[in-house]
């Protein structure tokens, strides 16, 4: 009897949560594993697809007879049995397939990339064969094949007289360097000295070095210290004295060296939350802890305590921060206390160091892991611990297919191994305080600042009035009054411009015409350094207007406040100050937001003017101003969960300030004074701010009383969008309770993006145990469908729009 392999097979257009059967080739001994990579023949041609085997078990008899497998692509799993049990969950729960969730556990290293190649047929007339293949058997097919050639390719290929195969190609190569090591004894290498000519002062420096060596170096490492060229290491090695040899190392995104710190005396909050943490690791629990401490109390110096106790006993930890990119100082505190053990998972690491830290956690050489979202993934074994800092952050959702939230997958790893989760805020998002309500979480509370400082007193400013008083400003007259104070006293200030759903745009003063991007329905956005007309969506990009495309007016106007434009407004109020701008033009290079952070840490400016980055995890003792330059813009969004992001922003970005000896002070500009989540944050009232905003969610059937889903159909035709979603509508709702609240469907509030059309509609539930499978069928459909509609489906969205 053969054994057969159960196969999850990478085919774009045919997905399926349905494994394949194929044979394994009698002559593969050694047996194949789930969660090992394959290549397999796929439908009638040459196709060659990737797949992962799923399950391997002993033929049974079938009607049909199976392919075999073509070829093996790992030696071992690359995804062990942990990871591929939570893809057949994720997969459920998020609707997606399960390729689609197994390649985004992989490092984009060891994501297969296919290589396409024509051959030749038989009845290929000689003639082209010469001219096109030459001597090859085969030539590749790269988008780089000059015109001509290809479309006498496409000829062949359509008379069938060529044809064209895939082949897989694994892009993650292990970096290899020289490494130089003595070949002789000390005695012989003494000798060997004695015997140089008194010029050869170069090789007389290596025997030395080669005679007292202990540790083993890399040839341009030794090259280096020794101030030597590589022929002169080429000439020692052919003389005996050392051997060369190729080994593997890591590429280390963290070369940088940190500061060793040591564990900090705790006071009693942080003692009481460490201690039932603890506990709950040493007894195998999968408690989920909510953490919830005002900023600045001390909840990193609780996650390092925690991660050292489960270190301590043997077992490894996880540790999740939002956006790591943001947050560079988390990151130093972890590895100042964890060192080595430490591996670090983000989007700014290139794909050769991400591959590298993977390996050295699937090796169990990490024994720490710290990442953003996707490292909730990380191959870690032996869990004790897992902490997700910052748990409302609306980055911890991926908002692509696989559309899953971080904290469930926290939480399903917490079950499989036995250990607590601890989900880390000062304002939590309302699903997990509600949750803390019912006793599903413990709450464990930090309620003051480390050092009983006080919270920074904050004020609101009135923007309506400021308007009325002097010419229009960025500027409140209060808030310059304060950053002068500051400059005054060698203090420092954070400007914070929230650009949440406003940028600057360009309109003609005489008809109102405002330029808008040709495929989506956004307007364009000013970039003033690279002059031009961005969209933000598509990426179009086109010259600033000098008349008005409409009516040829020169009466053009910019519109709205971008970071730029108030960095030039602030040097001429403020000539003198130094300032830094972080955003997302000044941040694109790698290392950036390290290096603009560290020069504000050192002094080097007196003002850091950002974007909501400049919001989160930032811990400068000399920050004792922070000023909200417009606190509104996010609360006009048409939707749910925009007056608990107002709130979150305002009281993260208010806590920057005065966190070391020198009380801190903040000043909240705003259009809406009077709105709760604005006056609630004044005051850092996390508390009210959840009951009054419970009640509301309450009063409007919203989450966390409503379950919620978002299904959105996109087409290059507008109509054939539209008539997909109401389609979707009456199917879902024939197959739902009279209790299921359907919003819309609506056309979704950017309504065309990259030259489709998206339209949506909302569903809003308490229990509806066929909405499940009704999904699933919507997503099987659609994939037999006509080929432009595509259909998502967002489980738990973040917002409704
Ligand atoms: P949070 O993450 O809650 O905003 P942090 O962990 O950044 O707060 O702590 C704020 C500051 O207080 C940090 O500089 C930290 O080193 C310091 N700190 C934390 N715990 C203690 C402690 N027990 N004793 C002294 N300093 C502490
Ligand atoms: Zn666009
Ligand atoms: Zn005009």
């Given at each position: 009897m053969s054994q057969v392999a159960e196969v999850i097979v990478d085919v774009p257009t045919m997905q399926t949560n349905t494994p394949y059967s194929y044979l394994i080739p009698a002559a593969l001994t050694t047996p194949l594993l789930p969660g090992m990579r394959v290549i397999v023949p796929f439908g009638n041609g040459s196709r060659k697809v990737q797949g992962f085997v799923w399950q391997v078990h002993e033929q049974v008899p079938t009607t049909h007879e199976l392919k075999t497998i073509d070829s093996v692509m790992d030696l071992s799993p690359v995804l062990n049995k942990e990871l591929l049990a939570m893809a057949d969950w994720l997969a459920k729960t998020t609707f997606a397939f399960t390729i689609t969730v197994l390649l985004t556990m992989l490092p984009n290293a060891l994501k297969a990339a296919y290589e396409r190649?024509?051959?030749?047929?038989?009845?290929?007339?000689?003639?082209?064969?010469?001219?096109?293949?030459?001597?090859?058997?085969?030539?590749?097919?790269?988008?780089?094949?000059?015109?001509?050639?290809?479309?006498?390719?496409?000829?062949?290929?359509?008379?069938?007289?060529?044809?064209?195969?895939?082949?897989?190609?694994?892009?993650?190569?292990?970096?290899?360097?020289?490494m130089v090591k003595p070949a002789m004894s000390v005695a012989e290498l003494q000798e060997a000295k004695q015997q140089l000519r008194i010029t050869a002062v170069k090789q007389a420096d290596l025997l030395d070095y080669l005679v007292t060596q202990t540790d083993l170096i890399s040839q341009p490492a030794l090259e280096k210290t020794l101030g030597i060229t590589s022929t002169?290491?080429?000439?020692?090695?052919?003389?005996?004295?050392?051997?060369?040899?190729?080994?593997?190392?890591?590429?280390?995104?963290?070369?940088?060296?940190?500061?060793?710190?040591?564990?900090?005396?705790?006071?009693?909050?942080?003692?009481?939350?460490?201690?039932?943490?603890?506990?709950?690791?040493?007894?195998?629990?999968?408690?989920?802890?909510l953490l919830e401490g005002v900023t600045g109390s001390g909840k990193t110096e609780v996650y390092l305590q925690a991660i050292a106790n489960a270190l301590e006993k043997g077992q490894n930890a996880l540790?999740?921060?939002?956006?790591?990119?943001?947050?560079?100082?988390?990151?130093?505190?972890?590895?100042?206390?964890?060192?080595?053990?430490?591996a670090v998972l983000h989007s700014g690491l290139s794909a050769g160091e991400r591959f590298d830290e993977w390996r050295r956690i699937d090796r169990g050489e990490a024994r720490v892991v710290v990442g953003a979202r996707s490292a909730v993934f990380a191959p870690l074994t032996n869990i004790g611990i897992i902490i997700m800092d910052e748990e409302h952050e609306a980055s911890y959702k991926q908002d692509d297919n696989p559309r899953y939230h971080a904290r469930d997958v926290a939480l399903w790893r917490s079950r499989y191994h036995h250990c607590p989760v601890v989900l880390g805020s000062a304002t939590p998002s309302l699903e997990s305080r509600a949750r803390a309500q019912k006793n599903r979480y413990q709450r464990l509370l930090l309620p003051t600042r480390v050092n009983q400082q006080a919270l920074p007193e904050a004020t609101i400013v009135d923007?309506?009035?400021?308007?009325?008083?002097?010419?229009?400003?960025?500027?409140?007259?209060?808030?310059?009054?304060?950053?002068?104070?500051?400059?005054?006293?060698?203090e420092q200030t954070l400007l914070m411009l929230n650009r949440r759903g406003y940028s600057s745009f360009v309109m003609c003063r005489d008809c109102g015409f405002v330029l808008?991007?040709?495929?989506?329905?956004?307007?364009?956005?000013?970039?003033?350094?690279?002059?031009?007309?961005?969209?933000?969506?598509?990426?179009?990009?086109?010259?600033?207007?000098?008349?008005?495309?409409?009516?040829?007016?020169?009466?053009?106007?910019?519109?709205?406040?971008?970071?730029?434009?108030?960095?030039?407004?602030?040097?001429?109020?403020?000539?003198?100050?130094?300032?830094?701008?972080?955003?997302?033009d000044t941040t694109r290079r790698k290392g950036a937001h390290e290096r603009l952070l560290r020069q504000f840490g050192n002094h080097e400016a007196d003002i850091l003017l950002g974007t909501q980055m400049i919001a989160k995890g930032l811990d400068f003792p000399d920050v004792t101003l922070v000023g909200v330059l417009n606190a509104d813009t996010a609360l006009s969004l048409p939707d749910f969960r925009s007056s608990e992001r107002t709130f979150q922003l305002l009281t993260q970005v208010s806590g920057r300030a005065g966190r070391a000896q020198k009380p801190g002070q903040v000043f909240i500009q705003t259009y809406n004074p009077e709105h709760y989540a604005i006056q609630l944050a004044?005051?850092?009232?996390?508390?009210?701010?959840?009951?009054?905003?419970?009640?509301?969610?309450?009063?409007?059937?919203?989450?966390?009383?409503?379950?919620?889903?978002?299904?959105?159909?996109?087409?290059v035709e507008e109509r054939v969008a539209a008539a997909a979603i109401h389609q979707i509508a009456a199917q879902l709702q024939a197959g739902m309770s009279q209790s299921a609240i359907v919003l819309g469907p609506t056309p979704s509030a950017i309504a065309r993006v990259n030259k489709r059309y998206y339209y949506q509609l909302v569903i809003k539930y308490k229990q509806e145990p066929q909405l499940s499978a009704l999904l699933f069928n919507l997503l099987n459909q659609a994939q037999k469908n006509r080929k432009g509609l595509q259909i998502a489906i967002d489980n738990n969205p973040m917002s409704f729009m």
């Amino acid at each position: 009897m053969s054994q057969v392999a159960e196969v999850i097979v990478d085919v774009p257009t045919m997905q399926t949560n349905t494994p394949y059967s194929y044979l394994i080739p009698a002559a593969l001994t050694t047996p194949l594993l789930p969660g090992m990579r394959v290549i397999v023949p796929f439908g009638n041609g040459s196709r060659k697809v990737q797949g992962f085997v799923w399950q391997v078990h002993e033929q049974v008899p079938t009607t049909h007879e199976l392919k075999t497998i073509d070829s093996v692509m790992d030696l071992s799993p690359v995804l062990n049995k942990e990871l591929l049990a939570m893809a057949d969950w994720l997969a459920k729960t998020t609707f997606a397939f399960t390729i689609t969730v197994l390649l985004t556990m992989l490092p984009n290293a060891l994501k297969a990339a296919y290589e396409r190649w024509a051959t030749p047929n038989s009845d290929l007339d000689p003639a082209s064969k010469k001219r096109l293949f030459g001597e090859q058997e085969k030539i590749e097919l790269t988008d780089k094949l000059p015109a001509a050639q290809l479309n006498e390719l496409m000829g062949l290929y359509r008379k069938h007289e060529i044809s064209v195969t895939y082949e897989v190609k694994s892009k993650g190569h292990v970096k290899q360097v020289t490494m130089v090591k003595p070949a002789m004894s000390v005695a012989e290498l003494q000798e060997a000295k004695q015997q140089l000519r008194i010029t050869a002062v170069k090789q007389a420096d290596l025997l030395d070095y080669l005679v007292t060596q202990t540790d083993l170096i890399s040839q341009p490492a030794l090259e280096k210290t020794l101030g030597i060229t590589s022929t002169v290491i080429k000439n020692a090695a052919e003389k005996g004295w050392l051997t060369r040899f190729q080994a593997e190392v890591y590429r280390d995104p963290l070369s940088r060296a940190v500061d060793k710190t040591r564990p900090l005396h705790l006071n009693e909050a942080q003692q009481k939350a460490v201690s039932a943490i603890c506990a709950a690791t040493d007894d195998h629990e999968d408690t989920t802890f909510l953490l919830e401490g005002v900023t600045g109390s001390g909840k990193t110096e609780v996650y390092l305590q925690a991660i050292a106790n489960a270190l301590e006993k043997g077992q490894n930890a996880l540790m999740l921060v939002p956006e790591i990119s943001l947050t560079p100082q988390i990151v130093g505190r972890v590895r100042g206390r964890f060192g080595k053990q430490v591996a670090v998972l983000h989007s700014g690491l290139s794909a050769g160091e991400r591959f590298d830290e993977w390996r050295r956690i699937d090796r169990g050489e990490a024994r720490v892991v710290v990442g953003a979202r996707s490292a909730v993934f990380a191959p870690l074994t032996n869990i004790g611990i897992i902490i997700m800092d910052e748990e409302h952050e609306a980055s911890y959702k991926q908002d692509d297919n696989p559309r899953y939230h971080a904290r469930d997958v926290a939480l399903w790893r917490s079950r499989y191994h036995h250990c607590p989760v601890v989900l880390g805020s000062a304002t939590p998002s309302l699903e997990s305080r509600a949750r803390a309500q019912k006793n599903r979480y413990q709450r464990l509370l930090l309620p003051t600042r480390v050092n009983q400082q006080a919270l920074p007193e904050a004020t609101i400013v009135d923007m309506t009035q400021e308007l009325q008083k002097h010419a229009e400003s960025t500027f409140s007259s209060p808030l310059m009054a304060a950053v002068n104070d500051r400059l005054a006293k060698g203090e420092q200030t954070l400007l914070m411009l929230n650009r949440r759903g406003y940028s600057s745009f360009v309109m003609c003063r005489d008809c109102g015409f405002v330029l808008k991007c040709p495929n989506c329905d956004i307007s364009l956005t000013l970039h003033m350094d690279s002059h031009s007309m961005k969209c933000h969506y598509c990426g179009h990009e086109e010259p600033i207007p000098q008349i008005c495309p409409n009516c040829h007016s020169h009466h053009i106007r910019y519109y709205g406040t971008g970071t730029q434009k108030v960095e030039t407004e602030l040097k001429q109020l403020l000539p003198t100050a130094r300032i830094l701008r972080m955003d997302v033009d000044t941040t694109r290079r790698k290392g950036a937001h390290e290096r603009l952070l560290r020069q504000f840490g050192n002094h080097e400016a007196d003002i850091l003017l950002g974007t909501q980055m400049i919001a989160k995890g930032l811990d400068f003792p000399d920050v004792t101003l922070v000023g909200v330059l417009n606190a509104d813009t996010a609360l006009s969004l048409p939707d749910f969960r925009s007056s608990e992001r107002t709130f979150q922003l305002l009281t993260q970005v208010s806590g920057r300030a005065g966190r070391a000896q020198k009380p801190g002070q903040v000043f909240i500009q705003t259009y809406n004074p009077e709105h709760y989540a604005i006056q609630l944050a004044k005051s850092q009232d996390y508390e009210r701010f959840f009951l009054t905003e419970m009640k509301l969610r309450h009063q409007g059937n919203y989450p966390p009383y409503y379950f919620a889903v978002k299904v959105t159909a996109s087409d290059v035709e507008e109509r054939v969008a539209a008539a997909a979603i109401h389609q979707i509508a009456a199917q879902l709702q024939a197959g739902m309770s009279q209790s299921a609240i359907v919003l819309g469907p609506t056309p979704s509030a950017i309504a065309r993006v990259n030259k489709r059309y998206y339209y949506q509609l909302v569903i809003k539930y308490k229990q509806e145990p066929q909405l499940s499978a009704l999904l699933f069928n919507l997503l099987n459909q659609a994939q037999k469908n006509r080929k432009g509609l595509q259909i998502a489906i967002d489980n738990n969205p973040m917002s409704f729009m």
